[in-house]
């Protein structure tokens, strides 16, 4: 099995910034990537953005480029999300999610809220 935590949300002025955290455990050996996903109440979740494991490649929602920046630790098997320039738009729960073999795993997930 594998385990995603989140960490990092809180509460936040317009134009600040939060370091989200997500620490894999388990059987990860053979998840290729990770991403952060969001959602809103009332709404859709939305992918925010994701980064590769082995090469680092990294993807981001035409909404945050350029503030927000993924990054990970391999040794610590753990994904960062430096969200800077914070918007009231990005208020939400934040989830990270692996996928192994076929199967997809989401964190519980951290309240990120952005006061105008």
């Known amino acids: 099995q594998v385990q995603l935590v989140e960490s990092g949300g809180g509460l936040v002025q317009a134009g600040g910034s939060l370091r989200l955290s997500c620490a894999a455990s388990?059987?990860?050996?053979?998840?290729?990537?990770m991403g952060w996903f969001r959602q809103a109440p009332g709404k859709e979740r939305e992918f925010v953005a994701a980064?590769?494991?082995?090469?680092?490649?990294?993807n981001y929602a035409d909404s945050v480029k350029g503030r927000f920046t993924i990054s990970r630790d391999n040794a610590k098997n753990t994904v960062y999300l430096q969200m800077n320039s914070l918007k009231p738009e990005d208020t939400a729960v934040y989830y990270c999610?692996?996928?192994?073999?076929?199967?997809?795993?989401w964190g519980q997930g951290t309240q990120v809220t952005v006061s105008s």
């Open positions: 980064i590769n494991w082995r090469g680092g490649n990294m």
């Open positions: 999610r692996t996928v192994v073999g076929l199967l997809p795993y």
């Open positions: 388990g059987r990860t050996f053979s998840s290729y990537a």
